[in-house]
């Protein structure tokens, strides 16, 4: 099967629709898809339940979807970098599912594995736990999570090869490689794109299998959330 896609729009034929729930990889602004966020932007789509551990930032990442009112709901673990979010959700237009950053990292793995629920002592007897099924083993109290599976992954890789097996760059490494499992389609976009069997199997972290479409972009911007710096120090007279 042909997996390479030309453009962003080719890689997501198909797999758009309103109300469909969509995993997007990346930690903060780090390895996240911008190229085929953006497409989803072109599309139009709505009503969105987006997983994702933020929500970028205003103007950029997933905040574009926001600036669209595409999105109806985030399941993240941190949103303190966008105004947009704060004031949509304050407003009661847009939903938030807040998770422990571990929690939200494990329910997205457990997706992938076929594991429905799992428990954990992170957040027991505070707000995270309300609603939820609380056990005890072993005289200590666990919450129950359950697992994250969406209809589709957009994921961010350095490097992919025409199958589809794809290698991560540091704190890209974070949550693409588990989304990439946990969705029933999972379109990655990467930096370097080569013929199948130029990278060593050792260093696959994303067996192609897991992967239906790639895309290649090409002078992929890299930004960082918040730039902080402090002047020069004057070199001092000997």
């Known amino acids: 099967m042909r997996k390479v896609s030309t453009t962003a729009v080719e890689a997501l034929a198909d797999t758009l629709f309103d109300g469909m729930t969509i995993m997007s990889g990346g930690f903060g ?25 933020n929500a970028g930032v205003d103007g950029y990442g997933l905040g574009l979807l926001l600036q669209t009112r595409q999105v109806r709901k985030m399941i993240s673990s941190y949103v303190g970098e966008n105004k947009l979010f704060a004031e949509q ?14 929690t939200l990292a494990e329910r997205i793995r457990a997706g992938g594995a076929g594991i429905p629920a799992f428990y954990t002592k992170t957040g ?7 609603g939820k099924e609380v056990r005890c083993f072993g005289g200590e109290d666990y919450v129950m999570e359950t697992s994250l599976f969406a209809d589709l992954a957009i994921v ?15 704190t890209a ?10 969705a029933k389609i999972t379109v990655a976009e990467v930096e370097y794109l080569v013929p199948c069997g130029e990278i060593d199997p050792d260093q696959v972290h994303t067996p192609g299998i897991y992967v239906q ?5 090409v002078n992929s911007e890299k930004r960082i ?14």
């Open 29 to 53: 602004l780090c390895g996240i898809p911008m190229n085929l966020i953006e497409a989803i932007r072109l599309s139009g789509i709505k009503n969105l339940t987006m997983i994702s551990n």
């Open 89 to 102: 959700y304050l407003s009661g237009e847009l939903e938030l599912e807040f998770n422990p950053q571990g």
């Open 124 to 130: 027991v007897g505070t707000l995270v736990s309300e």
């Open 156 to 170: 961010h890789a350095f490097k992919g090869d025409t199958e589809g097996n794809l290698v991560y760059r540091k």
């Open 173 to 182: 490494r974070n949550f693409n490689p588990m989304m990439a499992t946990a």
């Open 213 to 217: 479409r790639l895309l290649r972009v």
């Open 225 to 238: 959330e918040q730039r902080t710096t402090r002047p020069k120090s004057e070199p001092e007279l000997a």
